[in-house]
């Protein structure tokens, strides 16, 4: 069956008792039988005895139903463990484990724990089980727990035992490490060289013709003859250069080794023998020393004789050599930067290179990725946590490679940071007759940050696109390149409207749009210059027909998102199941060109919305009451003590801040949580929105919408952080400019009736920078109330598509005709011309009339021998008779443009004389006028 532990970090295949050590060796076990009860330390039996303890005193050896077990009781410690030292299965292979198991007396989900912990070579520890042993809700402790498939030099227990009372209890019992022995391949050479032992004298005799393999046992039949053995040392060299004694000065006066026989496991040391030696002993030096060498190449066998007078001559040699079929892996790392900049990735490249003979199956490395750098992401069969990387087979001949990404962690400038593999494991021994290249180590610097220049306060017209920037320039003071520039939306953003386009053609950069965030990614690496260019082809649009309001775009070389109104940087980082301790000692660690991170500290709405909507940021903020229940406080970065909430779900904000952003009826402290994470889109309720919190617990859910994601970082606000210049921002207002027009000709008309009906077409210049045909409506017309004139304000309105507007005003004047000067009486002589004339304003058109009966009625006159001017402003009565005497005169005037009506004169008489008539000498004469 499969069991998965409670934070689904590790998966493994665990089987039942029964299924495991068919045809394997016993390594380690433990039955507790042994012990008195109260016992807290003992040591396993097996090939390793490797010893084993507690760290409380109340879990120890107890007999339970006639059997001893290993029990934890009322223990009231959250550290209460069982640990063994390292138990050695070095030379093993498909090595397993197995324990039984039981729990019982009221366990307590969310409280109690028991917790199966294992490591490999010292590694971290991997989790096979956390559960409580609570029956409601069901978390059952199984019977038995075992893995198999293990490999390595050494493997350590770890079980942790808590409870809280003194009926509950967790017994552990049968543990067993087996493993399976490589068959060794034995293979002997013989020599009978009958070379000559002289006196004080050193003789060295080669053999070789030994296949590559890692040796597991030598052996060595040897013949002498010699007159005096106790001149005689005898000893052995490997390829290697190990010298192993076989005898030295033994067997006195005696003569020659016949038919001698060096094992380790002989019953006779050789000192105890007497000559010639014949039969099995044991070597003075040890044969094992051979152990783990390669067995190809030439021995040496070195017979020194140390005393004069006697000889002899060595007849012959064998040497027995077992060893285990072996694989080459030939292991490499390399990093691409020795001196990388403080929070920039690094790659660390690990090899592995089968150079046989034999296939390697099962094949591990072990890279615990040092203090100072930080896991980002591999491309291969990886766990971060423990470093293992789990290659599996790896054919003769074959290859395989691993890339990790690494972030360098702040405050590591100057350092030495050495990431070395520690351990190489297969089924197959691992000759290692190529040498291994297993360290890399890293300088990190500050990384001096680029500053960025740019223009651009421009305005967007609707359904258009607009370059965010009209001028820019990034200047680095220790590069010339970048990996990426992030362009985002960091002020108005409208998700599913807004939109950043790279436009034009740029073979080193590519583009990729995050409708989330917001950000546009201008993907390298390439030069400055060419990300200069690249950003300046950014256009920004967006899809409503009438958008509002102005957005800034923020132009930075670096991954966080900056939020012009705090001056602040923000990174969400991915980390499934991280517990918020961890998300705040590795935001700790985390730096932005020089800026200190922390975990986020959301004082604002505009801070709250900016991580939670568009940071993506289902994870952990730097939030906590763990301190004092209730009492919510910002514990990170520059607001660290920050309070800003007071209770649960219907407590209150506090000063300084007085903001929060709770999810709908949280907090609400469920089981023991004190901590602060950006609720997940699915889960927001009530009074919650996008980027509203919620309260966990250090680990939170293993799975589900309460399952940690990650953390938010922010960066900046810190002492002694650096002034940054690594940002743009550069603004664009939604049209907000008005159009343009010229107010229309005035008009003058001489009455009421003429004033025209308004007519948009008079606005002849109507111009917008947006709308290419503004709409003209008329307004209104507001009179002053005069009369002669009367002024009347015609007013149009002049609008664009977005509803921006000008009025112009047409100045219609009402001027009437009015008869300034009226026709005045005249008296004139017979035959004497007689005027009547008037003043009218606003008339071109005159008509004359006369009144014959004394003003009842009036006819047209018009010019010829009585009158002229009948059509001017002046009559003219010629020479007129006494028949025009008592004659009335008026005139009827208008405008010939206009409609209005005609205006007439008074009336004016004209009184005809006659003149006098002087008689001398009775002659009569009538006196002409002048």
């Not at 808590?162 to 209890?169: D, I, M, P, R, S």
């Not at 500290?601 to 991580?611: G, I, R, V, Y």
């Not at 009455?751 to 920078?769: G, K, L, M, W």
């Not at 008074?906 to 003149?915: E, K």
Request: glycine share 10%; charged share 15%.
């Amino acid at each position: 069956m499969t069991i998965i532990s409670k934070n689904k970090t590790i998966l493994l295949f665990l089987f039942i008792l029964s299924s495991i050590g068919y045809g394997q060796t016993t390594i380690w076990e433990e039955d507790f039988e042994s012990y008195g009860n109260g016992t807290s330390t003992g040591a396993g039996s097996g090939a390793s005895t490797a010893t084993w303890s507690t760290n409380d005193g109340d879990i120890d050896v107890r007999t339970i139903s006639g059997n001893k077990v290993l029990r934890g009781s009322d223990t009231r410690n959250t550290s209460a463990r069982w640990t063994t030292n390292p138990i050695d299965i070095s030379g093993y292979t498909n090595v397993s484990f197995s324990l039984d198991a039981d729990s019982g007396g009221g366990l307590d989900s969310g409280v109690d724990v028991f917790r199966i912990q294992y490591r490999i070579d010292g590694g971290s520890y991997i989790e096979i089980e956390n559960t409580s042993g609570d029956t409601s809700p069901s978390e059952p402790i199984q019977p038995s727990y075992g893995v198999s498939g293990l490999s390595g030099s050494t493997l350590e227990f770890r079980i942790t035992m808590y409870n809280t009372t003194g009926a509950e209890f967790y017994d552990i019992d049968n543990i067993l490490v087996q493993g399976t022995l490589p068959t060794p391949d034995c293979s002997t050479i013989s020599s009978f060289p009958g070379s000559f032992i002289a006196s004080n004298t050193t003789l060295n005799s080669n053999l070789s013709g030994f296949s590559s393999g890692i040796i597991t046992d030598v052996n060595v039949s040897l013949n002498i003859t010699h007159t005096w053995n106790a001149d005689l040392d005898i000893s052995l060299i490997s390829p290697s250069g190990t010298t192993v004694v076989l005898s030295s000065d033994n067997g006195g006066s005696g003569d020659n080794y016949v038919n001698t026989f060096f094992d380790d496991s002989g019953s006779i040391n050789i000192i105890s023998g007497s000559s010639p030696f014949t039969g099995t002993f044991r070597p003075e030096g040890n044969l094992s020393d051979f152990n783990g060498e390669n067995a190809n190449g030439t021995w040496v066998l070195r017979v020194f004789d140390d005393t004069g007078g006697d000889t002899g001559t060595l007849d012959g040699f064998s040497i027995e050599i077992c060893t285990n079929s072996s694989t080459d892996l030939a292991v490499s790392k390399t990093v691409d930067d020795n001196t990388p900049s403080e929070g920039s990735n690094i790659v660390y490249t690990l090899s592995v290179e089968n150079n046989g003979p034999l296939d390697a199956t099962n094949v591990t490395l072990t890279d615990v990725l040092p203090a100072g750098v930080s896991f980002v992401s591999d491309d291969g069969a990886y766990n971060s946590s423990t470093g293992v990387w789990s290659v599996g087979s790896l054919n003769n001949g074959a290859t395989a490679i691993l890339n990790i990404t690494a972030s360098v962690d702040g405050s590591t400038s100057g350092s030495t940071i050495t990431n070395t593999i520690t351990s190489i494991s297969a089924d197959q021994t691992d000759s290692n007759l190529t040498a291994d290249d297993l360290s890399e180590s890293i300088v990190p610097s500050v990384d001096q940050p680029p500053v960025v220049t740019v223009t651009g306060n421009q305005i967007y017209c609707p359904l258009t696109s607009l370059s965010i920037a009209e001028t820019i320039s990034i200047s680095d003071p220790d590069d010339t390149t970048t990996d990426a520039v992030y362009i985002q939306i960091s002020s108005g953003y409208v998700n599913g409207e807004d939109l950043l386009t790279l436009t034009g053609t740029h073979p080193n950069i590519t583009a990729t749009w995050d409708a989330i965030e917001g950000e546009l990614t201008l993907q390298g690496p390439t030069t400055y210059s060419e990300f200069e260019t690249a950003v300046l082809a950014v256009e920004y649009s967006s899809s409503a027909s009438a958008p509002t309001g102005i957005k800034q775009f923020s132009i930075t070389p670096g991954s966080a998102n900056f939020l012009p109104p705090t001056g602040h940087y923000y990174e969400f980082i991915s980390d499934l199941g991280i517990t918020w301790t961890d998300a705040r000692d590795a935001a700790a660690l985390r730096t932005y060109f020089g800026l200190q991170g922390y975990l986020a500290t959301l004082t604002t709405q505009a801070e709250a919305d900016f991580s939670g909507t568009q940071a993506v940021g289902v994870g952990w903020i730097g939030a906590s009451d763990a301190a004092n229940e209730g009492d919510w406080r910002w514990v990170t970065g520059p607001e660290a003590g920050t309070p800003f909430w007071s209770g649960t779900s219907t407590g209150t904000t506090v000063a300084p801040t007085n903001f929060a952003y709770w999810n709908g009826g949280e907090p609400n402290q469920s089981g023991n949580e004190d901590y602060a994470h950006i609720t997940d889109p699915s889960v927001v309720r009530g009074s919650g929105g996008l980027g509203s919190w919620n309260d966990l617990s250090n680990t939170g859910a293993s799975s589900g919408p309460y399952q940690p994601q990650g953390y938010v970082v922010e960066y900046g606000g810190s002492p002694g952080d650096p002034v940054l210049n690594i940002t743009g921002v550069t603004t664009i207002t939604v049209d907000n400019i008005n159009p343009t027009a010229s107010n229309p000709s005035p008009v003058t008309v001489f009455c009421p009736s003429d004033v025209p009906t308004f007519d948009i077409s008079v606005v002849t210049d109507e111009a917008d920078n947006c709308t290419t045909n503004p709409l003209v409506t008329f307004v209104s017309d507001v009179s002053n109330g005069g009369s002669n004139p009367e002024i009347i304000t015609r007013t149009y309105r002049i609008s664009d598509d977005m509803g921006n507007f000008i009025d112009v005003a047409q100045t219609i004047t009402v001027d009437p005709i009015n008869i300034d000067t009226q026709p005045l009486d005249q008296t004139t002589f017979v035959n004497n011309n007689a005027s009547f004339s008037v003043s009218i304003n606003n008339v071109d058109t005159y008509q004359w009339q006369v009144s014959i009966d004394g003003g009842t009625n009036f006819i047209d006159i018009s010019d010829g021998t009585e009158y002229t001017g009948t059509s001017t402003s002046t009559l003219t009565v010629i020479a007129p008779r006494v028949d025009k005497n008592n004659y009335r005169y008026r005139v009827a005037a208008s405008n010939s443009g206009s409609g209005c009506s005609m205006v007439i004169s008074n009336n004016a008489l004209l009184s005809v004389r006659v003149s006098s008539v002087i008689t001398n000498r009775r002659i009569t004469y009538r006196v002409k006028n002048n």
